[in-house]
């Protein structure tokens, strides 16, 4: 998911390994670490992962996820949504959490952030801003607050900040195991974060939460954004970001009525995908999934003008003639 300066990635996992700011395909943040989502319930703790049954998909002809997490063991259903602002440098998540159970619970999310700020950990801080209530990571010119709420105001309910690959430590985010986390509110060097979420679930009962990201190079500029989603409402966010790209694919109509149905989706979803593909400044990049880091130590996150004339030339003659220009 992207806006052409903030591009967010995922894994089969349901985990965030890749994010880009302030160009698409340059300064990867994140590098192939990993944003967890945890979830402790009954005493029990489980990262989502292989003993999740997952679900992971769009919301049809938009830059939505649509996302199922099922936990046989616990009980739960979990329905998330993610989105990049189209027009702030905000990533979204609604969190919506089902009780399969006919008796009330308690439900503590956790939500890992790992960043390797402008693509190495060294001399990173993360902080919890005693202005916004959330947390912030920095270095140089880059910023990256971290918030969310469960219950509209008032905030996540915990927090930590911790060192990680230091002195034999694994990561902050395994504070989160035993469902409390310390509260430790500054950590210097290569570090990591956890915020916690608390939800009271009726028998049967469903509740949502939020959680957020916003990207910035000065502390103010993550504060407004930060302040935005809060006066606005991650909701509202969410359905704009929806609607704005189930106009920009539509923009142009060539006619589809005259092919099978999920030809003209696969036609509009490879649109919406190449759009994440593309730098606000005209950069076609040929991919930007980390995976291939770890047995070749590259990627694709290069503008080659071979790839980028092809995707440029089918831009032009679906209509997009901008895009292709920028290029």
């Known amino acids: 998911m992207g806006n052409g300066r903030l591009l967010v990635c995922f894994d089969q996992n349901y985990c965030i390994r890749d994010l880009y700011y302030p160009h698409v395909g340059q300064e990867n ?72 159970t006919p008796r009330g619970r308690e439900v503590r999310l956790f939500l890992t952030q790992d960043f390797n700020i402008s693509g190495n950990d060294v001399g990173d801080t993360a902080a919890l801003d005693p202005v916004s ?15 969310g709420f469960a219950v509209p105001g008032k905030g ?33 060097g290569s570090v990591d974060s956890v915020i916690g979420l608390t939800l009271q679930l009726g028998g049967l009962g469903k509740e949502k939460a939020y959680y957020w990201i916003t990207a910035g190079q000065t502390w103010g500029e993550v504060r407004r954004l930060d302040s935005l ?23 142009e109509t060539p006619p589809l009525e005259h092919l099978p149905e999920p030809v003209g989706q696969l036609y509009r979803r490879s ?12 950069g076609i990049v040929a991919a ?29 003659l679906a209509g997009y003639s901008v895009l292709a220009r920028n290029f």
């Open 29 to 100: 943040h994140i590098g192939g670490q990993f944003f967890r989502l945890g979830v402790w319930v009954d005493n029990q703790f489980s990262w989502v992962g292989r003993d999740w049954k997952r679900d992971q998909r769009y919301l049809p002809d938009t830059l939505i996820t649509q996302v199922s997490l099922y936990h046989e063991g616990f009980g739960l259903l979990i329905y998330c949504r993610d989105a990049v602002d189209f027009h702030e440098n905000i990533y979204l998540r609604e969190i919506t959490l089902e009780n399969l």
């Open 133 to 147: 209530g959330a947390i912030v990571h920095y270095k140089g010119a880059r910023y990256f607050l971290i918030d």
């Open 156 to 188: 996540f309910s915990q927090f930590a900040v911790g060192q990680k690959g230091i002195g034999g430590r694994e990561g902050t985010y395994k504070d989160a195991e035993d469902g409390i986390l310390s509260g430790n509110p500054i950590a210097q």
């Open 229 to 251: 989603v809060k006066e606005r409402g991650p909701e509202h966010l969410l359905e704009r970001t929806r609607d704005y790209w189930l106009l920009w694919v539509r923009k």
């Open 271 to 282: 649109l919406l995908i190449l759009s994440t593909q593309i730098d606000w400044q005209g």
């Open 288 to 316: 930007n999934d980390s995976d291939i880091i770890h047995f070749a130590r590259d990627t694709y996150s290069y503008v080659w003008p071979r790839d980028g004339a092809l995707a440029a030339n089918a831009l032009d």
